[in-house]
């Protein structure tokens, strides 16, 4: 079985540009997960999707975030513009339902640096 | 607020010894899971603890779940150099998102030869 899959695996960027992050979940998982993880911390939820609908993003920076999952399956994340303070890893995950008992599968993670 | 707290941060330890770490949360949770993330690495599942007072064992891993479901552990004997990684503990049940996992910071291991 073919895990997540995100691209790019890096990125290097600088500040008030834009990038957007990719990410593919394992096939049938319902639901989809984007994670902030910055050096040191453990993952930060920053948005959750059930099929193409989203389930929580209270802790998504909206002012500069935004995430999609048009139909159900890939999802991206776009930072615009970007900040220092947005260097970290962006971890995407999925699940195959959306209980509490339900086991996310990371994806590697795209490591953004912004100078 | 919804927090995870994790005790210690950072463990050095001979290969052979034991290593445990610790996990806290702010309020009661429906369940609690385990990741491990090798450096340079995404978190990998180890295990999902969800009744009271449950432990569960993995080969040289034990986890346990407090009475109270606000605490955790994970105790690993005889370390390897293999189990050098960060563990995070992730709580479930928090208001706001049915599957919501809440990290606490992680576990540093280090294991010297």
């Known amino acids: 079985e073919a895990g997540v899959a995100q691209s790019p695996r890096y990125k290097i960027i600088e500040k008030r540009q834009s990038v957007a992050f990719w990410c593919n979940p394992i096939s049938g998982h319902a639901t989809l997960y984007w994670y902030q993880q910055i050096l040191g911390q453990g993952p930060k939820l920053l948005i959750q999707?059930?099929?193409?609908?989203?389930?929580?993003d209270s802790q998504l920076p909206k002012d500069r975030f935004s995430a999609e999952r048009l139909k159900g399956v890939d999802s991206t994340l776009k930072i615009q513009p970007a900040k220092l303070e947005d260097s970290a890893v962006y971890l995407c995950?999925?699940?195959?339902?959306?209980?509490?008992?339900?086991?996310?599968?990371f994806g590697p993670g795209t490591r953004l640096t912004v100078l | 607020g919804q927090q995870v707290m994790q005790i210690p941060q950072y463990q050095h330890v001979q290969e052979g010894e034991d290593f445990t770490t610790y996990c806290n949360s702010s309020?009661?949770?429906?369940?609690i899971q385990w990741y491990k993330q090798r450096p340079g690495g995404h978190p990998v599942f180890l295990i999902q603890?969800?009744?009271?007072?449950e432990v569960k064992k993995q080969k040289r891993l034990t986890f346990q779940f407090g009475e109270a479901k606000k605490n955790s552990s994970l105790h690993i004997t005889a370390t390897q150099t293999t189990d050098v990684g960060t563990y995070f503990c992730?709580?479930?049940?928090?208001?706001?998102?049915?599957?919501?996992?809440?990290f606490g910071a992680g576990t540093r291991l280090a294991v010297h030869p």
């Open positions: 603890l969800v009744k009271s007072g």
């Open positions: 999707f059930q099929n193409n609908g989203v389930v929580d």
């Open positions: 309020t009661t949770l429906s369940n």
């Open positions: 992730a709580g479930s049940g928090f208001s706001g998102g049915y599957n919501k996992l809440i």
């Open positions: 995950a999925s699940s195959l339902v959306r209980t509490s008992t339900d086991t996310q599968y």
